[in-house]
């Protein structure tokens, strides 16, 4: 059974169809690229799996049911936007993952906080960008979950970050996990990806294993991606 | 569940609220304790000034209280909820009716909160000052008399008082859900969510008046004369008591398939 299953999924907000009769399944043990171009479905997609929004028509599965409070229980998920409230110190934003997820290592998230000299009592509104970038990604890989949902992981931060928390994805998942990383900039990414799925307009043009399409197409991810989303 | 909920909302609206709230049962003590015991020609300009100044800032800060807590609760749904911070919250193993109890049992503690600070803050005056004036065994006095008149009404007219107890609580709860259904509405619009948030409440509380008056014109005869008057009959106090009942049920249910169904975080 697939880990993730999307069964004609559509999501429409009036006339506009973000998502429109989307097929996919994808199975554990996998890091996944969601890539496509800006409104092409992506966070609408992750946000459907996540029970921040209903579909319009058809199904989204995770481990076998729809999003409830038990699913949420096995998702972890990094938001593109910055969710975390401000006026919380590290300390106190560690004890609300303790609380809520039983999934959640706090010896694993103190070493990796541990390991960039963040102070576990500074507030977060007090935080650089990149630094509440990293603590966020932190809490996301310190929980043992079945799947993890990195939306926008590495965008707006600097290039050494961008390596830290690419190194922080991969060597923290569990080794069973699904991981789905949604992002536009494939070059940083597709070193790390085993699986690609293009989205465009809603709809997915390709789901493909990264390996398999680099010597089909002779060219990177990254090359192949804009030739097909070429404007 | 349900209780960290409520232990982080309190943990977040407490940083503002309790500060006011401290700042008000400390003026409250003030304002006693500088209560001139006479006022005389003996009685320096600058007592009666100091005394003064006390007695605005006390009035100031009921205001203030009274607004910042509406101002907390209201704030603490929008940003926990339908900010940024929903993709955290939402993503909490935890059902969409957990949340909304939370939100309205933390709203209902800071309200009690700012109403407990209120009555000590002028407690303390009351005590303090009749202290300063040796009045204090006539405040002794008049809130034994208040009692008494209060439990020889319920006594006598036991119906009518179960009546305004279970009023003053509906009330109370609907106060709150209204607030919450209003934002749910708002939140709906594509711009100006906050803008459409008060339009709602406006429409709403509107739409209450006409069908209260609507019933209080089936009772009475002519509804707003006889509200202007006091009349009420025990009929009418208990239709209205059953229609906010309805209304703060529909407000729940309403809140709740907003929640559950329209999410739809920026």
């Known amino acids: 059974m697939a880990l993730l299953e999307l069964r004609q999924v559509s999501k429409r907000y009036g006339n506009k169809s973000a998502l429109d009769c989307v097929d996919l399944q994808l199975e554990e043990g996998r890091i996944v ?11 609408t997609l992750i946000k459907l799996a996540n029970g921040l929004l209903r579909t319009s028509n058809g199904a989204i599965l995770i481990d076998g049911k729809e999003p409830s409070p038990e699913t949420k229980s096995i998702v972890s998920y990094l938001p593109d936007k910055d969710s975390l409230p401000d006026w919380m110190k590290v300390d106190d934003i560690i004890n609300y993952y303790v609380d809520f997820f039983a999934d959640f290592d706090v010896d694993r998230a103190k070493e990796m906080l541990g390991s960039l000299n963040i102070d576990s009592k500074m507030k977060l509104g007090k935080m650089s960008k990149g630094t509440r970038e990293k603590v966020r990604l932190i809490l996301a890989m310190a929980r043992k979950s079945k799947i993890y949902f990195l939306d926008e992981p590495i965008a707006g931060v600097d290039p050494a970050a961008r390596d830290y928390i690419l190194k922080t994805i991969i060597s923290n ?3 069973n ?41 002779g060219k990177s991810l990254d090359g192949y991606f804009r030739e097909v989303f070429a404007c | 569940m349900l209780g960290k909920l409520i232990k982080y909302d309190l943990k977040s609206m407490f940083r503002s609220l309790l500060p006011v709230c401290g700042a008000f049962i400390v003026v409250g003590f003030l304002a006693g304790i500088s209560f001139p015991n006479t006022i005389d020609s003996d009685t320096t300009s600058g007592v009666v000034l100091l005394w003064g100044t006390i007695l605005f800032a006390l009035i100031a800060l009921t205001v203030a209280v009274s607004i910042i807590s509406l101002i907390i609760v209201i704030t ?7 900010g940024n911070e929903g993709y955290l919250s939402f993503t909490l193993p935890v059902t969409t009716g957990t949340h909304l109890a939370a939100k309205c049992i933390s709203g209902y503690i800071a309200f009690a909160l700012a109403v407990i600070s209120g009555i000590i803050s002028y407690g303390l ?46 009330s109370t709860i ?17 711009d100006h ?25 089936v009772f009475i005869g002519v509804g707003v004369f006889a509200s202007l008057f006091g009349e009420m009959t025990f009929a009418f106090a208990v239709t209205t008591l059953i229609l906010n009942t309805v209304l703060t049920i529909g407000y729940i249910f309403g809140t709740y398939y907003l929640l559950n169904n329209r999410l739809n975080l920026e």
């Open chain 1, 33 to 43: 690229g969601l890539l496509g171009p800006n409104g092409s479905g992506k966070t």
């Open chain 1, 173 to 175: 998942y569990e080794p």
């Open chain 1, 177 to 217: 996990a699904l991981v789905i990383i949604s992002t536009h900039l494939i070059a940083d990414v597709e070193n790390v990806l085993d699986e690609a799925v293009f989205l465009r307009e809603g709809h997915v043009v390709l789901h493909q294993n990264v390996q398999e399409l680099i010597e089909e197409k």
């Open chain 2, 76 to 82: 603490r749904f929008y940003k926990n909820l339908l």
């Open chain 2, 125 to 170: 005056f009351a005590v303090f000052a009749c202290a300063r004036t040796g009045d204090l065994d006539e405040i002794g006095e008049f809130f034994n008399g208040i009692f008494t008149a209060i439990a020889e009404f319920a006594s006598a007219q036991m119906h009518y008082a179960v009546v305004f107890v279970l009023m003053a609580i509906v």
């Open chain 2, 174 to 190: 609907m106060a709150l859900i209204k607030i919450y259904f209003s934002i749910m509405i708002g939140h709906q619009a594509s």
């Open chain 2, 193 to 217: 969510k906050i803008l459409m948030s008060f339009v709602a409440y406006i429409v709403i509380t509107i739409i209450e008046s006409v069908i209260s008056n609507i019933i209080g014109m």
